[in-house]
């Protein structure tokens, strides 16, 4: 088409379909004739952007031009697709061209956006695919985020929902699939793409955005849906599996700011059944491998402050009539091939310095009574008398110690008392001689003088100590050997 046939289209050619293109210094009259439904003019003499182009919603014998601008009625808009694919694409180029899609500005709400798919009337319903772009070379691939809105001044931010379809009323099939997944690595180091869900960040005095994963509720009868994190498998050859790891933010305050809880429990139970069970289990050992260890760890402590708690702690009964729920620390089994039973291993926490070795509690409180299956075992050591005061005898410990080297002059020293502590001492066979025991600095034995006053053991004999209080040891003599 040459220069002049083109000009003489958007012109329009007399007694056709009319003009669809023009411009001046005036605006057509209504009900001027000659242009076309949908006509475009262009007022080369207006005074700003709602005065500058005008469409025509009149015909061809009676015009009316309207003018146009760039923000549309707060009224729904829609793209629709036919049956086959409805694309919106960027224009290629160096870097692909943005495609965005907002909902328009409001005095009052923003306009939302919906992403719906198509209803299936006699099968399954639309899909609605989000995913960034293929990458090339050793760029990564695009990203793709669904992200609630700002917040205004004192309001919240706004919700980010992905959910998949509802099956049809009636029928029996199940409710659309909501995935989110990072894109796959397409090369042969590349990590797969990250997922993150991340609530918003609160400003001044407002709290962060929470974050809830809800699987759907059952039917009339039907159980809930299960909730399961679980991280990737390893490679095909020996790559580890990847680690699931749920953890407390750090504090973060300017000077004082507690380390975030992590929170395991079970659900309410409703009537008369038992509240749900809250379980930390190591992973099931391969072939011959040994079981996953079950941790349960509190965060370490700030600059001056005492390390996180570490709590199992049962359920509590029904309001009515309901026991409280039991604990129970179980090593796992061992399955086949005479594997042995996992061990269970309880230890307070290690000291720094001077400080002292943390402590373990059992029954210090609300017990009816404590049961062992089996007799504890005691620590067994043995230890050469030595010195001739309580300055320099050999130190020993609480448990079972059997003591060599004893001539009435040499001795042993005693654990600072803490109360219910027992220390049983044997004075060996071989040496037939008196054997001294001395109370560490500031305790005493029975009534003998602090620090100093030593219990002298007779030849061949054994001795148990009880400590009654942070002070005080008291003997209770045994029969020579």
């Known amino acids: 088409m040459s220069k002049a046939q083109m000009k003489e289209f958007l012109r329009g050619a007399p007694g056709d379909h009319g003009k669809i293109f023009d411009h001046g210094d005036t605006v ?3 009900d001027a004739t000659g242009y076309s439904f949908g006509c475009i003019f262009v007022h080369t003499d207006g005074s700003g952007m709602s005065d500058l182009v005008y469409v025509n919603i009149g015909d061809q014998t009676a015009c009316n031009f309207d003018p146009y601008t760039a923000t549309a009625a707060a009224t729904a808009e829609s793209l629709t697709g036919t049956a086959n694919p409805f694309p919106i694409t960027g224009l290629a180029g160096a870097a692909g061209g943005v495609v965005a899609i907002a909902g328009g500005a409001g005095t009052a709400a923003g306009g939302a956006i919906t992403l719906t798919g198509g209803t299936g009337a006699a099968g399954i319903g639309g899909a609605i695919t989000g995913k960034g772009g293929t990458a090339t070379g050793a760029y990564a691939g695009g990203n793709v985020s669904l992200t609630g809105g700002n917040a205004g001044i004192t309001g919240n931010g706004g919700a980010a929902t992905l959910a998949g379809g509802v099956s049809v009323a009636g029928a029996t099939g199940d409710g659309g699939a909501a995935t989110v997944a990072g894109g796959a690595s397409g090369s042969t180091a590349g990590a797969g793409g990250a997922v993150a869900v991340t609530g918003g960040a609160g400003t001044t005095t407002g709290a962060g955005g929470a974050i809830t994963i809800t699987t759907g509720a059952g039917g009339t009868t039907g159980a809930g849906g299960t909730l399961t994190l679980q991280a990737g498998k ?6 580890n599996a990847g680690t699931v790891a749920i953890k407390g933010a750090d504090g973060n305050g300017t000077t004082n700011s507690a380390g ?3 929170s395991q429990t079970g659900g309410v139970g409703k009537g008369n059944l038992a509240g749900g069970a809250s379980s930390t289990v190591g992973g099931v050992g391969g072939a011959s491998g040994t079981g996953g260890a079950g941790y349960l760890t509190g965060g370490q402590g700030g600059a001056a402050g005492a390390g996180g708690v570490a709590s199992v702690t049962g359920g509590a009964g029904g309001a009515t009539s309901g026991n409280g729920g039991a604990v129970t620390i179980a090593g796992g089994a061992g ?3 005479n594997g042995n039973g996992g061990a269970v291993t309880i230890r307070g926490g290690a000291k720094h310095g001077s400080g002292a070795d943390g402590a373990i509690a059992i029954g210090d409180a609300n017990t009816a009574s404590i049961t062992l299956g089996l007799m504890p075992l005691i620590p067994s050591a043995t230890v050469a008398a030595d010195g001739s005061d309580n300055t320099d005898a050999a130190a020993i410990t609480t448990g079972f110690t059997l003591v060599t080297g004893a001539d009435a002059a040499k ?9 219910g502590s027992i220390a049983i001492i044997k004075n060996r066979d071989a040496e037939n001689a008196v054997l001294k025991v001395y109370p560490n600095a500031s305790d005493q034995i029975n009534a003998l003088t602090v620090t100093t006053g030593s219990y002298d053991m007779a030849a061949k004999t ?3 100590l009880v400590a009654y209080d942070a002070t005080t040891w008291y003997t209770l003599p045994l029969l020579g050997s």
Do not use: E, I
Not at 234 to 239: H, R
Not at 411 to 419: H, Y
């Open 411 to 419: 001795g042993v020293k005693l654990p600072t008392a803490v109360a």
């Open 260 to 262: 975030g809880a992590v």
């Open 28 to 30: 057509p009259a209504n």
């Open 234 to 239: 390893g490679g095909s050859t020996s790559g």
């Open 335 to 337: 399955t086949n091939g």
């Open 462 to 464: 054994a001795l148990m």
